[in-house]
Nanobody, 120 residues
Framework: QVQLVESGGGLVQAGGSLRLSCTAS????????MGWFRQAPGKEREIVAT?????????FYADSAKGRFTISRDKLKKTVDLQMNGLIPEDAAVYFC????????????WGQGTQVTISS
């Protein structure tokens, strides 16, 4: 079992930046794909970005995140970060960190989420 804890959310002005961090514990993350998701009030949870844990080279970004967000991971610290720049009101949501094991079809490990609020 993998435990995930997010941090770094908060209130930021439109156009500003935030860096979210996800700290993992429990079983090793070898072969995992780690991701950030978000859910705004009244909307379904949506994927934001993913990264392969082993080499950190294979990344995916939702169209809404491309060019503004960067996902990265630190193997020594066992963290997965999401750097968010140029934030817009539509980015306001609860952001969740999640992990999918190698060969798995779904992200089965989830954090509790961190709130991101954008002031215009």
């Amino acid at each position: 079992q993998v435990q995930l804890v997010e941090s770094g959310g908060g209130l930021v002005q439109a156009g500003g930046s935030l860096r979210l961090s996800c700290t993992a514990s429990g079983r090793p993350l070898s072969g995992y794909t780690m991701g950030w998701f978000r859910q705004a009030p009244g909307k379904e949870r949506e994927i934001v970005a993913t990264i392969t844990w082993s080499d950190g080279r294979r990344t995916f970004y939702a169209d809404s995140a491309k060019g503004r967000f960067t996902i990265s991971r630190d193997k020594l610290k066992k963290t997965v970060d999401l750097q968010m720049n140029g934030l817009i009101p539509e980015d306001a949501a609860v952001y969740f960190c999640a992990g999918r094991p190698h060969g798995g079809n779904t992200f089965g490990s989830w954090g509790q989420g961190t709130q991101v609020t954008i002031s215009s």
